[in-house]
């Protein structure tokens, strides 16, 4: 059966008489998949993240962003118990439930940093679970991504224990790992060996400009392992999608505080070699860091955050995009 027509999205224009026909039916990426680790999940490699849902984007909006990434074939969605609050996690829920996406939908939610459950201790990881499936109005999550973040992980043989009920009950398919070390992870993979759940991925921010918190030890120990790596923070904060060239265009955005610490020597450097890419390969230079990412040994689905359809548009050509041997050493030498 034929999808729906392709409209404009609020503000744009429509498109010219000359261009192509739209394509009917299910997105091209609806036929891409990748595994995620040793899981049987198999997710788009892109994840959208809704750390700005309910806070600078409103339901209205998150839901059009949300229609709009599945339209594309997108079907992995993160979130956290934390963001605005849990309100992110209302939305979420609501837009599975009203389009009927559940089932269809790889939801993966972290959870340790609201403050009404704080830490990964037994009582607060099992409270902030069901709390989460409350908002989100659904009886699992695929991927229980554990923030250790906010609060020192006690103990972390505890805090699997507490995860194994969580899988055994049904509430939790598989976990994640945020803000573990690396010394933690292996403690985690020799608990593992007798009879702990096993930790399937990690987040950790990571992109071109921000390297040094991966690569290193807990590079090496994801390999080992075979951990599925989705790394946050793609974009820099929005730096690396180009738009921001100046202090004056930093401090009218609304990430100059954290896009500050980007614009300088090394961040310049970066953007002129974005350029040179982006006018070689003909594609945005949201979509070049999200190739290099994907180029990555072990980088299995950045989480991306977009604020337009437009962007989602900008972040998906990365998947297509292949990075030459040539052009990672031209990013890797801007950044250094």
């Given at each position: 059966m034929a999808?729906?027509?392709v409209?404009?999205?609020?503000?744009?224009?429509a498109?010219?008489p000359?261009a192509?026909?739209p394509?009917q039916?299910?997105?091209?990426?609806?036929?891409?998949?990748?595994?995620?680790?040793d899981?049987?999940?198999?997710?788009?490699?892109?994840?959208?993240?809704?750390?700005?849902?309910?806070?600078?984007?409103?339901?209205?909006?998150?839901?059009?962003?949300?229609?709009?990434?599945?339209?594309?074939?997108?079907?992995?969605?993160?979130?956290?118990d934390?963001?605005?609050?849990?309100?992110?996690?209302?939305?979420?829920?609501?837009?599975?439930?009203?389009?009927?996406?559940?089932?269809?939908t790889?939801?993966?939610?972290?959870?340790?940093?609201?403050?009404d459950?704080?830490?990964?201790?037994?009582?607060?990881?099992?409270?902030?679970?069901?709390?989460?499936?409350?908002?989100?109005?659904?009886?699992?999550?695929?991927?229980?991504?554990?923030?250790?973040?906010s609060?020192?992980?006690?103990?972390?043989?505890?805090?699997?224990?507490?995860?194994?009920?969580?899988?055994?009950?049904?509430?939790?398919?598989?976990i994640?790992?945020?803000?573990?070390?690396?010394?933690?992870?292996?403690?985690?993979?020799?608990?593992?060996s007798?009879?702990?759940?096993?930790?399937?991925?990690?987040?950790?921010?990571y992109?071109?400009?921000?390297?040094?918190?991966?690569?290193?030890?807990?590079?090496?120990?994801?390999?080992?392992?075979?951990?599925?790596v989705?790394?946050?923070?793609?974009?820099?904060?929005?730096?690396?999608?180009?738009?921001?060239?100046?202090?004056?265009?930093?401090a009218?955005?609304?990430?100059?505080?954290?896009?500050?610490?980007?614009?300088?020597?090394?961040?310049?450097?970066?953007?002129?070699?974005?350029?040179?890419?982006?006018?070689?390969?003909?594609?945005?230079?949201?979509?070049?860091?999200?190739?290099?990412?994907?180029?990555?040994?072990?980088?299995?689905?950045?989480?991306?955050?977009?604020?337009?359809?437009?962007?989602?548009?900008?972040?998906?050509?990365?998947?297509?995009?292949?990075?030459?041997?040539?052009?990672l050493?031209?990013?890797?030498?801007?950044?250094?």
């Open positions: 999808g729906p027509q409209r404009p999205h609020e503000g744009e224009s498109a010219h000359s192509p026909i394509v039916g299910p997105g091209v990426g609806t036929f891409l998949r990748s595994s995620l680790g899981t049987a999940l198999r997710i788009f490699p892109l994840m959208l993240g809704g750390a700005e849902f309910a806070w600078t984007i409103d339901q209205e909006r998150a839901e059009k962003l949300l229609d709009h990434f599945a339209a594309l074939g997108g079907n992995a969605i993160h979130t956290a934390s963001f605005s609050a849990g309100r992110s996690e209302h939305i979420i829920g609501h837009w599975m439930r009203t389009r009927r996406r559940r089932d269809d790889v939801l993966a939610v972290r959870v340790g940093d609201h403050p459950n704080p830490g990964l201790g037994p009582t607060n990881l099992v409270r902030a679970v069901e709390a989460s499936l409350t908002r989100l109005a659904t009886d699992r999550i695929d991927v229980l991504y554990l923030d250790a973040t609060e020192p992980v006690g103990s972390v043989e505890d805090t699997l224990a507490t995860a194994e009920w969580l899988i055994d009950t049904g509430k939790v398919r598989h994640a790992a945020y803000g573990f070390t690396a010394e933690q992870l292996v403690e985690a993979r020799i608990l593992a007798a009879g702990y759940p096993r930790i399937e991925a990690i987040d950790v921010p992109n071109v400009m921000r390297r040094r918190t991966f690569e290193g030890d807990l590079r090496l120990v994801a390999g080992a392992q075979g951990l599925a989705t790394p946050s923070h793609a974009l820099e904060h929005g730096f690396l999608s180009g738009r921001h060239r100046s202090r004056h265009e930093v009218a955005s609304t990430r100059g505080r954290q896009l500050a610490g980007v614009l300088n020597r090394r961040g310049v450097r970066v953007l002129k070699a974005l350029d040179a890419l982006s006018a070689e390969l003909a594609v945005p230079h949201a979509a070049i860091a999200i190739a290099w990412l994907l180029a990555q040994r072990g980088v299995a689905a950045p989480i991306v955050n977009a604020y337009a359809p437009s962007h989602l548009d900008e972040l998906v050509q990365g998947v297509g995009v292949r990075l030459t041997r040539a052009h050493a031209e990013l890797a030498r801007a950044a250094e």
